[in-house]
């Protein structure tokens, strides 16, 4: 009786560790991936012209250096691609060195080529409840 109760418990204790993805033995994406999928998700949404997805991306608290918050960046992206600036994107984050310290992390430079230009970027990229969120950009 004894030896089949703490079989059975070794066994509920695997599933349970199975079931969870292996979360607590480490098995779970790194915070470089984590912000390498916010960034990838960043880029596609960006080329698409998917502009919900892509603010999806932004942290409510984002800021950048001229005051603009999250609502102006819509409006500015949206803009540009109403201008056709954004015609024929295409982002390059292979190139992008991804620092992270604590909960913040740094992603530059983002090579964005378009129709409108070529533009070299930065992010700073916070950890939120919601995941990693972009809180502030510019053109390097």
Known sequence: MCKSFITNCGLIALFAVAVSG??????G???KDLVNATMGDWKAALIAHDMDKLMENYSES????QGGNKASVR???SGAIEQGYLENTKVNLETAKVTIKDDKANVAPVQVISD???YVLEFKLQKEEAGWLIVFSQMQ
């Open 22 to 27: 292996c979360q607590i033995l480490g098995g």
């Open 29 to 31: 994406p790194s915070d």
């Open 62 to 65: 984002y800021l950048n250096t």
């Open 75 to 77: 409006d500015f992206i």
């Open 116 to 118: 409108g230009g070529d």
